[in-house]
């Protein structure tokens, strides 16, 4: 399953804080990261937060798109859509 996520860097702690739209009108899961934008450290924070709230490995989440943007499209496992926060 294709999952899009817009992150929001350097916050106090790492929550989902619901959905929302981008640019092109897709529904995206708005996530802060108590991680830097550096040296790749949100990207691990993001796939460490989504693991644990998904309840799947790290390894089967992936980034697909976006590495070093804020709007990113990951691949997380099709198991893992039943626990993906509700609107």
């Given at each position: 399953m294709t999952l899009v996520c817009k992150v929001t860097p350097n916050a106090r702690r790492s929550e989902c804080v619901g959905w929302g739209a981008d640019d092109r009108g897709r529904r995206v899961?708005?996530?802060?990261l108590a991680a830097p934008p550096m040296?790749?450290?949100?990207?691990?924070?993001?796939?460490?937060y989504l693991a644990e709230l998904l309840g799947c490995a790290k390894g089967g989440i992936v980034i697909a798109r976006g590495g070093s943007g804020r709007v990113k499209m990951l691949d997380i496992p099709d198991t893992a859509e039943a626990r993906l926060p509700q609107s």
């Open positions: 899961l708005l996530v802060r040296g790749g450290k949100a990207n691990e924070e993001l796939v460490r």
